[in-house]
T-cell receptor, first 112, second 113 residues
Framework: DAGVTQSPTHLIKTRGQQVTLRCSPK?????VSWYQQALGQGPQFIFQ???????QRGNFPDRFSGHQFPNYSSELNVNALLLGDSALYLCASSSGPIYEQYFGPGTRLTVT | GQQLNQSPQSMFIQEGEDVSMNCTSS?????WLWYKQDPGEGPVLLIA?????ELTSNGRLTAQFGITRKDSFLNISASIPSDVGIYFC?????????????FGTGTRLTIIP
């Protein structure tokens, strides 16, 4: 039973560029949440997708957007990258919005 | 964004010792979860708690959901080298449209040889 998978593992981008991160949920899960984890801190909630719609959103600017596909996989897009966007981006899936979330290995984004 | 308060921030212990850590919030949660994160990896779910006062074990790990619903505790008995890592608590509400996880600041566990 495959767990949550994320791609790519690492990414280096330049300020002002755009990036797309991908996530496949654990088998049987239909809800995907995205988190940003800066070095030395706990994960911060970006947004959650359920039934292909953004269900709730954390305190992140509109430069952060996402999408969920019919197979429940999801993408996180970040436009106009800033140096401060450098972080580990984590995807978590669950079998519904209220159930426990399981995390993928993350994508390490470095903005130079 | 909001982060829950975890203490201690770091712990240095010897193998075989027991460990206790806690997590506090200014607001109520319906669910408490404990995760462990190794460097460069995603958090791994250790224990989930759903009811105030609940005590749940997973091997050498025991966690409790505080009676006030504003805190939670994690104990590790007879620590071993693979227990090294960062432990995060997370609180979750189950109000419609507000089920995000709010994480603590983390407790870093180091085992001294």
């Amino acid at each position: 039973d495959a767990g949550v998978t994320q791609s790519p593992t690492h990414l280096i981008k330049t300020r002002g560029q755009q990036v797309t991160l991908r996530c496949s949920p654990k088998s049987g899960h239909d809800t995907v949440s995205w988190y940003q984890q800066a070095l030395g801190q706990g994960p911060q909630f970006i947004f959650q997708y359920y039934e292909e719609e953004e269900r709730q959103r954390g305190n992140f600017p509109d430069r952060f957007s996402g999408h969920q596909f019919p197979n429940y996989s999801s993408e996180l897009n970040v436009n106009a990258l800033l140096l401060g966007d450098s972080a580990l981006y984590l995807c978590a899936s669950s079998s519904g919005p209220i159930y426990e979330q399981y995390f993928g290995p993350g994508t390490r984004l470095t903005v130079t | 964004g909001q982060q829950l308060n975890q203490s201690p921030q770091s712990m240095f212990i010897q193998e075989g010792e027991d460990v206790s850590m806690n997590c506090t919030s200014s607001s109520i949660f319906n669910t408490w979860l404990w995760y462990k994160q190794d460097p460069g990896e995603g958090p791994v779910l250790l224990i989930a708690l759903y009811k105030a006062g609940e005590l749940t074990s997973n091997g050498r790990l025991t966690a409790q959901f505080g009676i006030t619903r504003k805190d939670s505790f994690l104990n590790i008995s007879a620590s071993i080298p693979s227990d090294v890592g960062i432990y995060f608590c997370a609180g979750q509400r189950v109000n419609f449209g507000n089920e995000k996880l709010t994480f603590g600041t983390g407790t870093r566990l180091t085992i001294i040889p």
